[in-house]
């Protein structure tokens, strides 16, 4: 069975990794919003980088890692990329968070006497219009929660950071302004990862299956891969390329499709896929999360 969403404790935390998710970056980061949006009953685990967000599911430290892959406006999170082809977890579920990006300041601070604004780089970029509009500078930091930790410590009424509502309770930071991003359909995808694989079953609903594959060196290679997919008729909906230990000649393949892996047309395209392909290697099988067909339907 899918990991199931849980019913929120007035507070509980837990010292037992069963109820642990990490995630990456400061407390009050978006990736910590997700875990308790899509987790309330566990414990978050907060990680200076990815790879110690892999480390704690591997070790045993957390039974969850909450990971982004891509955000409707900033792409594809590169560093993932690199750590996805090397990682033994598996995908185990995928979460949609919707980026609302808040102006923070401290208490009392009006927006009059702000100077500079706060954020990572893609936060910036993503609320360029906020910035213009009041004349602010901008400082580049490493994520959004470290950046309002940083002007809740600092004190400074000049000091605004961009960052979630979140981080604002947990810095003890004033909203000053509210959804300030300038797309509205700013949503980051997460995938769950988890030590061990699980089977949601081929009558659960709308499933998506996630792998990885190497074409063999051949021409037209990737075409051959590909084509029993079209033929088929299964939905490819992500395809990205990795080069393979610095060669320019052999590439990994990471692959989305719709479909559960006992499906009679996804059985028939992943076997003329493992005739042209040098590995195949399932990352998981999953639900599809309901913001698919909410985004589906809007752009209809």
Known sequence: MPPAETSSQSGARSDDPADVI???????????????????????LPCKTFGETFAAVSEGRARFAMIP?????????????????QTDLHIVAEHFERVRLNLLACPGAGVSGLVTV???????????????????????????????????????ASRAALASRLAAE?????????????????????VVLAGEATDPGPDAG?????????????????YK????????????????????????SATVFFAEVDGHPSDRALVHALAEL???????????????????????????
Do not use: W
């Not at 959804?179 to 700013?186: G, L, T």
């Not at 913001?291 to 209809?300: F, G, L, Q």
């Open 22 to 44: 990490a995630f990456q970056g400061a407390p009050g980061a978006y990736s910590e919003a997700a875990c308790v949006a899509r987790y309330p009953a566990m414990t978050t």
């Open 69 to 85: 892959i891509e955000n409707s406006v900033a792409g594809r999170v590169a560093d993932i990329h690199q750590l996805l082809p």
């Open 118 to 156: 706060h954020s990572h780089v893609h936060a910036l970029s993503q609320c360029r219009r906020l910035i213009d509009r009041l004349g602010l500078r901008a400082v580049v930091h490493v994520d959004t929660a470290g950046a309002a930790a940083e002007v809740a410590e600092a004190g400074d």
């Open 170 to 190: 947990t810095y003890g930071l004033e909203i000053v302004e509210t959804d300030v991003e300038d797309e509205a359909h700013n949503t980051t995808r997460f």
């Open 206 to 222: 709308p499933v998506i299956t996630s792998f990885m594959f190497e074409c063999r060196n051949v021409p037209a290679a990737l």
């Open 225 to 248: 891969c590909l084509g029993g997919f079209a033929t088929n008729g299964v939905n490819m909906t992500k395809l990205e390329s990795y080069m393979v230990g610095g060669s320019f």
């Open 274 to 300: 493992d005739y042209f392909s040098r590995e195949i290697r399932i990352m998981g099988v999953y639900p599809a999360h309901p913001y698919r067909r909410e985004a589906d339907a809007n752009r209809r």
